[in-house]
C-alpha cells in the first residue's frame, strides 16, 4: 500500500514519495492509488468540514460527502503546474463547495418558510474575483482613470501593513509554483473568518493556524510574507482592476 506510512494528515516527514505525484497517478487511473488517498486523508476531509461548518462532522453527516465528493474532483482537476500544493488546493476547493451547500439549505429553508427573496439570490455572487464586464461600458480614458484611482487606493490600503504597490512588485515570486502557493494562502486567509480576524487585528499571518490545517510550511509562509498580506488585503477589497490581474493566477 503506497500510503500505509501515514499514519496521520501531517506526518509530511514519514511520507515516502510526495503527494502530489501520488495525486498525478490517481488522476491518471490508478485506482488503488486513488482509494489510498482517500482512504489516508479521511482526517483532513473531516477537519476541514469541521472547521467550514463550525462543528464537528462525521462520516454520517451530508456535510461529510460534500467535503469527500469535492476532495476527489480536487484530484481529478489538480494541476502540478498551475496548483502548487494538493492539500491547500482540495481545501479551498471543499471550503467552497460547503459554503455553497450552507447557502442552498439555507434558502430552501427560508422558501419552506415563504421567506425567500430574488435580491438575495441576486447576492449569491460566490466567485472569488469579480467579472470585470461591468466596466466594458467604460471608454479606454475612463478605464485608464479608474485604474490609477484603484492603485492609489490600494496604496492607502496597503499602508498600515507596511507595504507599497511598488513593493508588492518586487515581492512577488519569481517562480509560478511559488505565486500560486502563495495566492492560495492568501485565499484561505480571506475566505476563512477566523484567519481574516487574526490578520486584520494583528496585523501579522495566522501562521500557527494555517500549519495545523493545511499542508504549508512556516519557511514558506515567512519566506512570502509581504506577497501574500499585499494578496489578502486586495482580495477583501472592491478594486476589480487590480484583482482582474492576477485572476488567471487563482485557483
Do not use: W
Not at 480536487?74 to 455553497?100: C, G, P, Q, V
Amino acid at each position: 500500500m503506497l500510503l500505509a506510512s501515514i499514519q496521520g494528515l501531517f506526518l509530511k516527514n514519514q511520507i515516502k514519495y510526495k503527494l502530489e505525484t501520488l495525486v498525478i497517478k490517481a488522476k491518471n487511473g490508478d485506482k488503488e492509488v486513488l482509494h489510498e488517498i482517500l482512504s489516508s486523508y479521511t482526517p483532513f476531509m473531516k477537519k476541514t468540514a469541521s472547521f467550514v461548518c463550525k462543528r464537528y462532522i462525521n462520516e454520517h453527516d451530508d456535510e461529510y460527502s460534500i467535503a469527500m465528493f469535492a476532495f476527489h474532483e480536487a484530484i481529478e482537476h489538480f494541476e502540478l503546474d498551475k496548483n502548487a500544493s494538493f492539500l491547500t488546493f482540495a481545501h479551498l476547493l471543499i471550503r467552497r463547495k460547503l459554503i455553497d451547500y450552507i447557502r442552498k439549505e439555507s434558502r430552501r429553508q427560508e422558501f419552506s418558510l415563504g421567506q425567500t427573496s430574488s435580491d438575495e439570490e441576486n447576492q449569491d455572487s460566490f466567485d472569488i474575483i469579480e467579472s470585470s464586464n461591468s466596466f466594458e461600458q467604460f471608454t479606454a480614458e475612463q478605464r485608464i482613470e479608474e485604474r490609477k484611482n484603484q492603485i492609489l487606493v490600494y496604496e492607502s490600503l496597503l499602508e498600515p501593513y507596511g507595504l507599497s504597490f511598488q513593493e508588492l512588485i518586487k515581492v512577488s515570486p519569481s517562480h509560478e509554483d511559488s505565486r500560486q502557493t502563495a495566492i492560495q494562502i492568501a485565499q484561505i486567509i480571506a475566505e476563512t473568518d477566523e484567519f481574516y480576524a487574526i490578520f486584520q487585528s494583528k496585523k501579522r499571518l495566522p501562521i500557527k493556524e494555517l500549519e495545523e490545517l493545511v499542508d504549508v510550511s512556516r519557511k514558506t509562509i515567512e519566506r512570502h510574507r509581504k506577497y501574500i498580506v499585499a494578496i489578502v488585503v486586495l482580495l477583501k477589497s472592491d478594486l476589480y482592476y487590480i484583482k482582474d490581474y492576477i485572476k488567471e493566477r487563482m485557483s
